[in-house]
């Protein structure tokens, strides 16, 4: 399938297939120079194991780069190749992993937003491009890029956009969103915007079991509304009150959370809304659609499986940044 720019700002942009033979053909050879490995690759053919001396090393069955974030890496370098002489931005990390990050700032493009950010929105110009990572980004961000008349290049995974479908469809129905995932993380972000909708959302993100307690208690029996508010600070929408706002409700997903954590959100807040209302009633006031990446859950099952085994050392090559927290049976391989 082809991908194309998407024209945007206020004047028609034609769009440009990036992924052509060629060019497609040119990225590869240089995506896979960075990011392949001979070692790793005869590991596999050995059945995923492989023993020196008294050390022996085993790789997980799934692992690596999804189609999503290989898709993002392949439309970031095609965007290089296509605009050679074009300045090229994107909106913060394209994935949460160092090299892949250092490697994309090496080929000229800055970073607008986050910890690394190079330039500001403010500094583009039409004859720009900006690439728009796996995660997505909030609609007032992508809201000022358009302003601005740049050319886009949308790299957003689909099980994300998915999860937007989702959301919007929530606000359009009136019902808050209760998002489970981490509130700073720009999926968790670019999701929440979205499940405003045209202004009749809501939404609150929820990280933990504890915060879904907190959150299912107040469904039960009410409490303090300012408290409430406080402990999710940075984690709700504006104008949220949980007084009314948890009347009716969805749960949703931050994509790379646990799908066993995940289920157990919508288990426990469906038996909220169940012991408030009754079952006809809580078949009307609760939604919840399922939003896990399936290749997060074969990696996050693949890890599992890995952990069965009695091992010194597990190593996990990543953006520990990013981590929201380790499955809880970690701690066996340590």
């Known amino acids: 399938m082809s991908t194309n720019l998407i024209s945007s700002g206020t004047s028609a942009r034609e769009k440009v297939n990036l992924r052509t033979p060629d060019v497609m053909a040119a990225v590869q050879e240089q995506v896979e120079s960075h990011y392949r490995s001979d ?10 194991i492989i023993s020196v001396g008294d050390v022996t090393v085993r790789l997980a069955k ?17 965007a290089r190749k296509v605009f050679k002489d074009r300045r090229l931005f994107i909106v913060g990390e394209i994935i949460h992993n160092p090299e892949v990050n250092e490697q994309i700032s090496s080929l000229g493009i800055k970073n607008l937003t986050g910890r690394n950010k190079q330039a500001d929105i403010s500094e ?22 358009k302003d601005h008349g740049c050319q886009i290049v949308d790299t957003t995974c689909g099980d994300v956009m998915s999860v937007w479908k989702r959301v919007r469809k929530y606000a359009s129905e009136s019902v808050t969103s209760i998002i489970h995932g981490k509130a700073e993380h720009e999926e968790t972000k670019a999701t929440s915007s979205r499940a405003l909708g045209n202004g009749k959302g809501h939404y609150v993100v929820v990280l933990t079991l504890a915060d879904t307690d907190y959150v299912c208690n107040y469904i039960r029996n009410g409490g303090n509304k300012q408290e409430f508010l406080d402990k999710f600070s940075g984690a709700h929408s504006a104008g949220f009150d949980p007084d009314v706002h948890l009347k009716t409700v969805g749960v949703a997903n931050q994509t790379t959370m646990l799908r066993g954590e995940t289920e157990e959100v919508q288990r426990r807040v469906r038996q909220a809304i169940l012991d408030r209302d009754g079952p006809e009633e809580a078949a009307k006031n609760f939604r919840f659609f399922d939003t896990i990446c399936g290749a997060t859950q074969e990696r996050q099952d693949a890890l ?18 990013r981590f929201v927290r380790a499955p809880r049976n970690l701690a066996r391989a340590t």
């Open 304 to 321: 599992r499986e890995l952990l069965e085994v009695s091992m010194d050392l597990l190593l996990v090559v990543g953006g520990y940044n």
């Open 124 to 145: 583009l110009e039409p004859d720009d491009v900006v690439i728009l990572p796996a995660f997505g980004t909030e609609l007032s961000i992508l809201q000022q890029i």
């Open 39 to 48: 070692v790793v690759e005869g590991v596999r053919r050995n059945g995923g």
């Open 62 to 78: 799934q692992f690596g780069f999804c189609y999503g974030v290989e898709r993002a890496i392949d439309l970031a370098y095609a």
